[in-house]
């Protein structure tokens, strides 16, 4: 099964879109990944089972993806291990100091109308656009 450029993304969202509603409907909670990933770090309880559960889907998510189209789906990364450990440490912080990731204040967040999570992607943006700005303009390098 071949996916356009333009069906790949559109099924990705709708897919995050069903999961996280499905999530609010099933189980009354908003799907922030970096929470529910905090949440299975403390000593178990009666929400680990349903925290573990929606990160093996997130994790099986490209298995199915290789079965159904027949190849891994294509991934570059043109930076070193060090920058994106040092990427992936900064984000573990934002998220933290955010009380949030983007799929919480961006998907679930939004949707809500909460002003919260409108300031958080705001802020995630801007941030974006800086370090975009700074990387493809040889500053950061």
Do not use: D, Q, Y
């Amino acid at each position: 099964m071949a996916l356009t450029p333009f069906l790949a993304p559109l099924a990705g969202g709708a897919l995050i879109g069903a999961s996280a509603a499905l999530l609010l409907l099933a189980n009354g909670r908003i799907a922030g990944i970096s929470g529910i990933a905090g949440g299975l770090l403390g000593p178990p309880g009666r929400e680990t089972a349903w925290r573990a559960v929606f990160l093996a889907g997130l994790l099986l998510g490209p298995v199915l993806f290789r079965l159904a189209a027949g190849h891994w789906p294509p991934v570059e990364v043109e930076v070193s291990w060090p920058v994106l450990i040092a990427a992936g440490l900064l984000v573990g912080f934002g998220t933290r100091l955010g009380s949030g990731c983007t799929s919480g204040h961006g998907v679930c967040g939004l949707a809500r109308l909460s002003p919260r999570s409108l300031a958080a992607v705001a802020a995630f943006m801007a941030a974006a656009i800086v370090t975009v700005f700074l990387v493809r303009h040889g500053v950061a390098r």
